[in-house]
């Protein structure tokens, strides 16, 4: 199996997250809410897939920077998370892939990806970029 390497961007405004709820892509993500982010090209660094995405599934042209708070990697492939904080919250529209929608990040939806209720924290923790290995994307560290 070869390994994939995706990233995965949380974006932020006075203590709302954007989320998006997939319509397409694995099964396990289809109707759940996670963070904005995909597959990285083979010709583009993580943090120019970032803007790619956010541009994909926003609309959002990045203009602010977008800081990797950590990577986790499994045998999968890895992940790379970024943490965009923007001046303004801007409207978004619902795309072909999923609905976007804002939340308080004290507050998640019943329906995000179990992950985010350790790694929206983590986010927040003020710990230097750090690497977490796993068993599987998704998982929580040290299972």
């Known amino acids: 199996m070869s390994m994939k390497h995706y990233t995965l961007g949380f974006v932020v405004i006075c203590g709302q997250v954007l989320l998006i709820q997939k319509k397409t892509g694995p099964a396990w993500m289809i109707g759940r809410y996670?963070?904005?982010?995909?597959?990285i090209?083979?010709?583009?660094?993580?943090?120019?897939?970032?803007?790619?995405?956010?541009?994909?599934?926003?609309?959002?042209?990045?203009?602010?920077?977008?800081?990797?708070?950590f990577t986790f990697v499994?045998?999968?492939?890895?992940?790379?998370v970024y943490l965009i904080n923007v001046g303004i919250q801007f409207a978004v529209q619902d795309i072909d892939e999923g609905h976007l929608e804002w939340f308080d990040i004290a507050n998640l939806p019943a329906s995000a990806c179990d992950n985010l209720q350790w790694m929206i924290p983590l986010l927040f923790s003020g710990i230097d970029p750090v690497v977490l290995k796993h068993d599987g994307f998704g998982m929580e560290p040290g299972k």
């Open 74 to 80: 499994s045998a999968g492939g890895t992940v790379y």
């Open 41 to 69: 090209e083979d010709d583009e660094t993580p943090q120019e897939c970032m803007y790619r995405e956010l541009m994909e599934e926003s609309g959002m042209p990045l203009k602010v920077p977008a800081k990797e708070a």
């Open 34 to 39: 996670n963070g904005l982010g995909g597959h």
